[in-house]
């Protein structure tokens, strides 16, 4: 399973930014997840989303402003985040797994990252 992310940049705060990971391979029935990780820091769940049915998770940090959604036929994984602040601006992965969690060692495949920078 390869992933590619793509959509980081730079954003002012309050601002909206989505990012996109496009999944490829031989693969079932499988979920996704969206990670984030600062510099020195321990990588933290952000969002997940089941595959073959609606079921998402979010983390409190984010929920009420992050969407994650998916194009099953694009085999791609999206998160829209709006309202975005400062503690949001860090290096952003998708990731894989055969179903859903917010657990990062529970995860198969990750993709390379993709930076939020988020200025005043």
């Known amino acids: 399973v390869q992933l590619v992310e793509s959509g980081g940049g730079l954003v002012q705060a309050g601002d909206s930014l989505k990012l996109s990971c496009t999944a490829s391979g031989l693969f079932t029935r499988y979920a996704m997840g969206w990670f984030r990780q600062a510099a020195g820091k321990e990588r933290e769940f952000v969002a997940a989303?089941?595959?073959?049915?609606?079921?998402?998770y979010y983390a409190d940090s984010v929920k009420g402003r992050f969407i994650i959604s998916k194009d099953v036929d694009a085999d791609t994984v999206y998160l829209q985040m709006n309202d975005l602040k400062h503690a949001d601006a860090t290096v952003y992965y998708c990731a894989w797994t055969t179903d859903a969690t917010t657990k990062a060692n529970e995860y198969d495949y990750w993709g390379q990252g993709t930076q939020v920078t988020v200025y005043s």
């Open positions: 989303i089941a595959w073959s049915e609606s079921r998402t």
